[in-house]
């Protein structure tokens, strides 16, 4: 099976601009889950989606958003773009049914720089 | 709300002798717990988990770990430990109840000296 896929691989971006990422899960998962990693805050959660529908959502202000589609696949848009957005941002997939206590599996991220 | 604590940022251990890096955790319910291990540049690669059943749990690569439920921890553990290691280690913890969200540590860095 192919893996986790995400893009752009890195992307640089200007403060106040708009971005979107594109991850596509495991064929058959109907999970995907966003992280950002920074290395002072580790990974933090973002927003879990499962079959198009936002499922747990975590502490980002409202600039941050997601959406899933009909095929699994998932974007992040993240509006106004700070400084402090520069980080590589991780996808995870999961089949999304055991309850709870399945394995996700991750994409190789995409790193954004906002200058 | 859940947590997970990995006390040490970085773990220095020779290579042959054995690793352990910590993890303790936090949760309301039951724990499912997870260790991944990132190599730079590289999304987390999976190595083990605890559902239930037998406290000592198995992954790849040769790593265990073993859930203890008074101490709440969740240590990985391999007895022998390589160069190719050396990596950036991720402990996590989902609460059993409901469906939460999972919940990551701020990652150890094991470095394994040759």
């Known amino acids: 099976k192919a893996g986790v896929t995400q893009t752009p691989r890195y992307l640089i971006k200007t403060r106040g601009q708009q971005v979107t990422l594109s991850c596509s899960p495991i064929s058959g998962h109907r999970s995907v889950s966003w992280y950002q990693q920074t290395p002072g805050q580790g990974l933090q959660f973002l927003f879990e989606y499962f079959s198009e529908t936002q499922r747990n959502k975590g502490n980002f202000p409202g600039r941050f958003s997601g959406r899933q589609f009909s095929n699994s696949r998932s974007e992040m848009n993240v509006s106004t773009l700070e400084l402090g957005d520069s980080a590589l941002y991780l996808c995870?997939?999961?089949?999304?049914?055991?309850?709870?206590?399945?394995?996700?599996?991750f994409g190789p991220g995409t790193r954004l720089l906002v200058l | 709300a859940q947590s997970v604590a990995q006390p040490e940022d970085q773990v220095n251990v020779a290579e042959g002798n054995p690793l352990t890096v910590k993890c303790t955790y936090s949760?309301?319910?039951?724990?499912?717990l997870f260790w991944y291990v990132q190599y730079p540049n590289r999304g987390l690669q999976f190595l083990l988990k605890y559902i239930t059943g037998d406290n000592l749990v198995k992954g790849s690569y040769g790593f265990e770990a073993e859930f203890n439920k008074s101490q709440t921890s969740f240590h990985l553990k391999k007895p022998s430990a390589l160069v190719s290691d050396s990596a950036l280690y991720f402990c996590?913890?989902?609460?059993?109840?409901?469906?939460?969200?999972?919940?990551f540590g701020t990652g150890t860095k094991l470095q394994v000296i040759p």
């Open positions: 995870a997939s999961s089949a999304g049914l055991a309850g709870g206590g399945e394995t996700q599996y």
């Open positions: 949760v309301s319910g039951n724990p499912y």
């Open positions: 996590a913890v989902r609460d059993s109840g409901g469906y939460q969200k999972v919940t």
